[in-house]
């Protein structure tokens, strides 16, 4: 079922804009990563958050343990940027986590 | 750090064969975990080892599907009889005891034929 929904599902971008992307979560997850899958297939971690908020350069990631979602917000975005995002939320009681369907980035010159 | 090593990094396989994929986790992370990528059902959990021990197996495929981790340097997914719907991405993934932040390696490109 979908218990990581992620939107949007594709987004293009010029470059130097702004974007946010989302995750709504029906599980009461406890924890969430948020990988980047570069076009060689490799998922590259972002961020691994508890609920609050982190920020790494030119990314900003929040997460709200009680509305039960988390967004990643791109600020300039680059060339390099382009990708698949996913978000995988941790439940309660285990380690394993769950993906959402991703969101396919292209950032466009 | 080399990071979760997975070998080898494409397999093809004939209907009805075996095939045993590898991964090395991190050094000292106690955690493996295994997944499966493909383009209909994305990115699903199928087992997971604590201290070797295994801990959930419920993305299993009941049949045909197994895994194993004998020591704390390697785990194996096997798969018996291989059918063209396994074909797919299999990606092993480690975390530490202190943090459950999970790290990827590059993932086994299996194709059955």
């Known amino acids: 079922g979908d218990k990581v929904k992620q939107s949007p599902s594709a987004l293009s971008l010029q470059e130097g804009t702004n974007s946010a992307l989302r995750c709504n979560f029906s599980i009461a997850a406890t924890t969430v990563q948020w990988f980047l899958q570069n076009p060689r297939g490799s998922l590259i971690n972002l961020f691994y958050l508890v609920p609050g908020t982190k920020e790494n350069g030119r990314l900003k990631s929040a997460f709200d343990s009680k509305e039960s979602y988390s967004t990643l917000h791109i600020r300039d975005a680059q060339l390099e940027d382009s990708g698949t995002y996913f978000c995988?939320?941790?439940?309660?009681?285990?380690?394993?986590?769950?993906f959402g369907t991703g969101t396919r980035l292209q950032v466009l010159p | 750090n080399a990071g979760v090593i997975q070998t080898p990094r494409h397999k093809v396989t004939g209907k009805g064969q075996e095939a045993t994929l590898w991964c090395e986790p991190i050094?000292?992370?106690?955690?493996v975990f295994w997944y499966r990528q493909t383009i209909v059902q994305g990115l699903e959990f199928l087992t997971y080892f604590r201290n070797q021990a295994p801990i959930d197996d419920s993305g299993m495929p009941k049949e045909r599907f197994s895994a194993q981790m004998p020591n704390q340097s390697h785990s194996t997914l096997k798969i018996q009889s291989t059918q063209p719907q396994d074909s797919a991405v299999y990606l092993c993934?480690?975390?530490?005891?202190?943090?459950?932040?999970?790290?990827f390696g590059p993932g086994t490109r299996l194709t059955v034929l």
């Open positions: 995988a939320a941790e439940g309660p009681n285990t380690n394993k986590v769950v």
């Open positions: 993934a480690s975390s530490s005891d202190r943090v459950a932040e999970q790290f």
């Open positions: 050094s000292g992370h106690s955690a």
